[in-house]
């Protein structure tokens, strides 16, 4: 079985009922450009809408999941009037992933971090390999979490975690992601795990499954909705700071920033 048109950035291949679907930017530990939030979004759509997939397996080429948003095509290259269609686009891609009738799973080796660790975290189920880190790093160039990550945090730590895990930024090793209970499963060969979860969901009552899913997501899908044009709103006014520039100067500069709190 084979999706109707062709893509770029993103691999994709179906097996039974199972869907796998791989970020595909090795070279840049698949951080998402434009193209790549395009291709996910448009295959997320397809694969919601065939129903005999029950089953789709979200993972990156190479030694990552994804190292967050491309900072120099979405940061630095892109036209100030080209970024809320950029994050219109990460936003549809949030949602068709959430919102999917069918049960999801992350598969995370190497870095997922800001806008990749969002998408994984958008997934019914998360498994990392025992060497990989996580970080909602947004912090670090000045900006706030976006992708729906506030509404992912606070739903699975509470408000005031959700807060201090955003202010640190800081990476996290797989296992205290799990200890904190951002992931599900910390394992030693990705690939096993994954196929057993595969394996093991494919004989149980799945059509039972999606449809509890389906109502928790409608039921959330409207303070979704709300907190990603929030996020869209507030990443506007961050861009325009002096120590979102000072981040990104840092960055590039490989230096610590100097941040002012302006």
């Known amino acids: 079985m084979a ?13 039974g009922r199972v869907a796998h679907v791989e970020m595909n930017r090795p070279e840049s530990l698949n951080a998402l450009n434009v193209e790549m939030i ?12 065939l129903e005999e997939i029950d089953i789709v397996v979200l993972k990156g080429a190479g030694r990552a999941f994804s190292s967050g948003g491309d900072i120099k095509t979405m940061l630095m290259d892109a036209n100030e009037n080209d ?12 949602v ?23 998408l994984a975290l ?28 506030h509404f992912f945090l606070e739903s699975k730590l509470g408000p005031d975690q959700a807060k201090h895990l955003i202010w640190e930024g ?18 030693d060969d990705l ?18 499954m999606i449809k509890t899913k389906k109502i928790l997501t409608d039921k959330n899908r409207p303070l979704l909705l709300k907190l990603l ?25 490989k230096r610590q920033p100097r941040f002012t709190g302006k």
């Open 122 to 149: 958008a997934t019914d189920f998360i498994y990392a390999h025992k060497d990989s880190k996580l970080a909602m790093n947004f912090i670090g160039i000045g900006l706030i979490p976006d992708g729906g990550s």
């Open 229 to 253: 044009e929030l996020e869209k709103s507030g990443q506007a006014q961050m861009r325009k700071t002096a120590d979102h520039k000072e981040g990104i100067n840092a960055f590039i500069e």
């Open 96 to 118: 068709t992933l959430y919102s999917m009738p069918k049960i999801t799973i992350s598969a995370i080796k190497g870095a997922a971090a800001g806008l990749g660790l969002s």
């Open 170 to 187: 800081k990476p996290m090793a797989a296992e205290e992601a799990w200890e904190r209970g951002l992931v599900h499963e910390v394992v």
């Open 83 to 94: 970024f809320p269609v950029v994050m219109d686009a990460i936003n549809e891609l949030v």
């Open 3 to 15: 999706l109707d048109f062709d893509t770029k950035t993103v691999n994709y291949s179906i097996e």
């Open 38 to 49: 395009h291709e996910l979004a448009a295959v997320m759509k397809e694969l919601s809408n």
């Open 191 to 208: 690939d096993e795990a994954v196929n057993k979860k595969v394996y093991h969901l494919s004989h149980l009552p799945i059509l039972a």
